[in-house]
């Protein structure tokens, strides 16, 4: 049994597989054609039992020769709507939707490690189960849907990878403990009194409110949180008003809040609450703050952690691992698998200058190195080589 030789032997078809998903992207929520497509791969595999917990999603299980535990591999499967501005020949065939995040990567690592461990099934003692996950994109996210369907029940431990042109092809990342910030977003609207641009003393204009309201709203940052503890607060949109001439009723201001602290997640709400009546109040106009909950914070279990330093260094080397000093600002819904049972979840290095793979996630110019792919599939059968064979 050479399992360095059924890998290689998986590196074209995983090559297809992720070229086929990056040409045919579908949004959060509408992947039912690529969930279509990965459950027909599957299937071709012989020993795995497929299920469809939603319409655009797919686990499957693969039962060993010997009872024991059962541990997850996971991969998201959506896109972004993003107009792709590559030039490969298999880039996306659908106008504004692209795979700008590596989904479709991971997708193929994944049915690459999955077409690898049928072949040892003889050798394994427990089961895998392969969660092929859909909107990521989206908050509440797909993994949160498919914990509450069920798909971790029974399940010891949890691993992902994530592709990142921001470490060089060869380097995995990791980040003990917190790795990923939350993510909520809110809605302000400020309801002025609109009127002529030439009498503005007639109204209450809520553009200069909303103006002052942004500004403050840094200094919940900068001066009401502890400063090794800081969250991002970003507003993102400011929409008012259309005409030279005309001061509109109305503004509305929107954006997110990152953070790697519970106890900040559940003040800076109340914070900005405060900031916007008193400032709205002072100038006679009305609001409304409406927040919507996203992901939750992204925690590395200590031993999944220590099981994939040790994977890293014997599938892809000694000197492949990167410790990550601080965790990232972006949010991960693998975190929902996380408040439900130990996991880890590490970054696959896709960056190569050479080829133009530069470009980070969520950019329309997004491509990655494809020789990161087998290392994708070298990890996720050597968490189940370590944890399962005997």
Known sequence: MDIEQLIAGVEQQVLNWRRHIHAHPELSFHE???????????????????????????????????????????????????????????????????????????????????????????????????????????????????????????????????????????????KQGVFSASSDNFDIVLQGKGGHGSMPHLCIDPIPIGAEIVTALQQIVARKLDPLNVPVLTVATFQGGDSYNVIPDSVRLAGTLRTHSREVRERVPLLVEQTVAGISQAHGASYSVNWTRGYTIGNNHPDACTIAREVIAEAVGPRALREMATPMFGSEDFSSYQEKVPGCFLFVGSGNEAIGATYGVHNPRFKLDEAALLIGVKLHVGFIRRLLMR
Do not use: W
């Open 32 to 174: 039912a054609q690529t969930a279509d497509y990965i459950a027909e791969q599957l299937a071709s595999f012989g020993p795995l039992t497929v299920t469809r917990p939603t319409p655009n999603s797919v686990v499957a299980e693969l039962k060993g020769a010997a009872p024991g535990p059962c541990f997850a591999l996971r991969a998201d499967i959506d896109a972004l709507p993003i107009q792709e501005e590559n030039d490969e020949p298999f880039c996306s065939t659908r106008p504004g939707v692209m795979h700008a995040c590596g989904h479709d990567a991971h997708s193929a690592m994944l049915l690459g490690a999955a077409r690898v461990l049928c072949q040892l099934q003889s050798h394994l003692q427990g089961s895998v189960r392969f969660i092929f996950q859909h909107a990521e994109e989206v908050p509440p996210g797909g993994a949160q849907q498919l914990v509450e369907l069920g798909v971790l029940n029974g399940v010891t431990m949890i691993f992902g990878l994530h592709v990142m042109p921001n470490f060089p092809t060869g380097e995995v990342a990791l």
